[in-house]
């Protein structure tokens, strides 16, 4: 494999975890937005629900976040025709949950304690040892 192939491999890896934790952190910013769907429902019932399906699909935040998911699908499409499953499967998932705990401390503004600091360096050792 030239260093060529595998800069191109790991290049649409990161492109798509990039999709993800956009798109994860543009839908949870929307949502909070919205607040408790609950009290958009306008009536009883299945037909109470149109309500808080309308004030989601007109969230602007909600609608970015969404289109990058999609984007990130077919981006996921083409790199798993680039690359094995083996590597690029847990490579995603991981640098996807260490992306998504940093954007949450910095853009969402969550807690994010000593436990789950931990967590996303396990799991950076478990990258650097599936990179290799």
């Not at 595998?6 to 999709?19: C, E, N, T």
Request: glycine content about 8%; proline content about 3%.
């Amino acid at each position: 494999m030239t260093t060529a192939h595998v800069f191109h491999q790991w290049s649409a890896i990161l492109f798509v975890v990039v999709l993800a934790i956009t798109g994860e952190c543009l839908i949870a910013a929307g949502m909070r937005g919205l607040g408790d769907l609950d009290r958009l429902r306008t009536r009883p019932g299945l037909l109470g629900y149109l309500g808080p399906v309308r004030a989601v699909l007109a969230n602007p935040l909600f609608l970015i976040g969404a289109l990058c998911m999609a984007l990130n699908f077919f981006a996921m499409l083409y790199t798993l025709s680039i690359a094995q499953l083996s590597l690029a499967a847990p490579a995603i998932a991981s640098l996807t949950y260490i992306g998504n705990t940093v954007a949450a401390k910095l853009f969402l503004h969550e807690n994010v304690d000593r436990r789950r600091w931990l967590a996303a360096l396990f799991v950076c050792a478990g990258v650097v040892l599936l990179s290799k």
